[in-house]
């Protein structure tokens, strides 16, 4: 493994408690950006399966990592409807959206481009789960989002993980300098709402 850093360690942008404070405020809104959030990283992994059939482990991990999110979005239902809410549409996500318009075109620097983005968004997740875990009273809401936090934590550093086994490393360091950097300022754009993003 070359990722030994936290999400929070590794990311440049540090979250101000602003956002916690936002997230916290309307909570059920939150809850449902959240299930949206699990939803769509299930599909990713589904989707670089679909893209990369020959790549062995990749495949192996990918499917992995969309069962594990897809449960996540099964387990933030089930505390949406225990709240007495239901589940929203899904919105645009215009952080995910900038960070993708940072792809290069060619096959290899467009997987590596996008594992790295992943890492990116899976760290960003880790950094932001952990704020509200640190954030919500002691109980199973709590204890939930420490799971959640660990999990993201995991596969941030798996994405990276796959990155190296795939790509040259001095390019990936690199690059992962770059698309850090490309993020920070995604993330210091952005107006803070009840949403992961």
Known sequence: MHTTKTAAEFLLYRTPNQWLETVLADFDTFLCDHASAEKKA???AVT???HYPDKTELVDIMGAIAVEELNHF???IKIIHQRGKILAGDVKDNYVGELRKSFRKGSECYMMDRLIIAGIIEARGAERFGIIAD???VGS?????VTITESEQRHYATF??????YSDQDEVNQ???ELLTVEAKICAAQPF?????
């Open 48 to 50: 670089m399966i679909s």
């Open 175 to 177: 690059r992962i300098v």
């Open 141 to 145: 809401l709590k204890d939930f989002y």
């Open 160 to 165: 990276l993980d796959l990155a190296y086994r």
């Open 42 to 44: 299930s599909g990713m």
């Open 74 to 76: 099964r387990e933030v």
């Open 193 to 197: 709402r009840a949403a992961l993003h």
């Open 135 to 137: 954030g919500l009273p």
